[in-house]
Structure formats: C-alpha cells, structure tokens
T-cell receptor
Framework: GAVVSQHPSWVICKSGTSVKIECRSL??????MFWYRQFPKQSLMLMAT?????????EQGVEKDKFLINHASLTLSTLTVTSAHPEDSSFYIC????????????FGSGTRLTVV | QQQVKQSPQSLIVQKGGISIINCAYE??????FPWYQQFPGKGPALLIA?????SEKKEGRFTISFNKSAKQFSLHIMDSQPGDSATYFC?????????????FGTGTQLKVEL
C-alpha cells in the first residue's frame, strides 16, 4: 500500500527559531502534496498545496513567508516554519497524491510542534 | 458551498452496536467522498471511500451509504469494537478542477464502551 513518512513526529523549539518538517512518499510518486494544520479536537485545515517543481499554492489567511513549502522531487516535500512563535504550536500533517489519484490521499503520521 | 457538515460531534456506542455518522454537502461538483479514522497523535487513515455514481459500498464492518439527491452520505460501523474508538472525518473532493483538494467535515469522536 501507499506509505507516506513524515519526520519528525514531534519537535520542541525555541521562539524565533525555524523548524523543518519532511514528508516523503516511500512507494509512489507524489505529484501533489498537501499540508494541513490541526488544533486539538478540531478538523484538518488545509494550509497549502504543492505540485512537484512548482511553487506552492497557499490557502487564504496562511502566511507563505512564514510557512515555506518546497516540493523539489516527486517523493519529498518540506514545510519550514520560520521564526516560530508559541501560536504556531500545532499538529502538522502532510498528505500525498499520485498523478492519477489511484491511491487516493495518503497521510503522514503528523508532527507535533511545540514552540516555547 | 465548500462546506461538509458532519454529525454528531461525539458518539458513544456499546460494544457490538452500530455506529452511524452522517455528513451533508452542498457542492454537487464533489466527486469523491472518503472517510478517515484518526487516533490521537496520528495522521488520518483512509477507511473507505465512494464515488457519487454508487449508492452503497461495503468493506468488512464499514459501509458508506450515499444519497446523491439529498447530498448526504453516512458511515455505518457494524459490530462496533472498543478498538474503533477514534475520531472519524468525512471528506469530499472537488477533483482536478478544484485542485484535488479535500474538504473535511468537523469530525466525530466515537467511543465504544464494553
């Protein structure tokens, strides 16, 4: 089955520093990757969509300079939270889809970010 | 128009019972309706999905019922088990024209009691 590996699973960082989260598709080519943010007991909120080799498309209200997304290859996308602040503390989840969508959407296991 | 409304917010079912979660949508352009199961601290995992040309799909203990005219779909979990205790999300996809984005429901916390 399709597998998406997301690392790290949790990270604690100091306010003002940057954190990078990686999302890798292990057994398929992820032409499109999605990044979500989820607050406790809430639904997934789409932050941005990235297509391999293209700039990410951000949802309304999401700061593209704060949440840098890179999708340089068909198996890897990264989300960098720049100059993190406590309000950026959240659960971040990636999802990957192949070109035909035959495998549907495969989600990573999520990253718990805590900014102190 | 992009919303997917999900109910109930929480649900308690006895072991062996049937869990039913409902979702409703407005946008008739949605063309794929998956259900996801999420355990605390984990990413969502696909349970079962349906396309609008099918009225019902069953996989093991999980069944999706789809009513295209009413723009509603539901998840039935038969013979519910304590291990099914999790949060369930319905979702809907707009297809390539909508950037292949998934719109999620608000989630249902299911607890299956012994």
């Amino acid at each position: 089955g399709a597998v998406v590996s997301q690392h790290p699973s949790w990270v604690i960082c100091k306010s003002g520093t940057s954190v990078k989260i990686e999302c890798r598709s292990l057994d398929f080519q992820a032409t499109t990757m999605f990044w979500y943010r989820q607050f406790p007991k809430q639904s997934l909120m789409l932050m941005a969509t990235s297509n391999e080799g293209s700039k990410a498309t951000y949802e309304q209200g999401v700061e593209k300079d704060k949440f840098l997304i890179n999708h340089a290859s068909l198996t890897l996308s990264t989300l960098t939270v720049t100059s993190a602040h406590p309000e950026d503390s959240s659960f971040y989840i990636c999802s990957a889809r192949d070109r035909q969508g035959a495998r549907g959407y495969t989600f990573g296991s999520g990253t718990r970010l805590t900014v102190v | 128009q992009q919303q997917v409304k999900q109910s109930p917010q929480s649900l308690i079912v006895q072991k062996g019972g049937i869990s039913i979660i409902n979702c409703a949508y407005e946008n008739t352009a949605f063309d794929y309706f998956p259900w996801y199961q999420q355990f605390p601290g984990k990413g969502p995992a696909l349970l079962i999905a349906i396309r609008p040309d099918v009225s019902e799909k069953k996989e093991g203990r999980f069944t999706i019922s789809f009513n295209k005219s009413a723009k509603q779909f539901s998840l039935h979990i038969m013979d519910s088990q304590p291990g099914d205790s999790a949060t369930y999300f319905c979702a809907a996809n707009l297809g390539a024209g909508g950037g292949n984005k998934l719109t999620f429901g608000t989630g249902t916390q299911l607890k299956v009691e012994l």
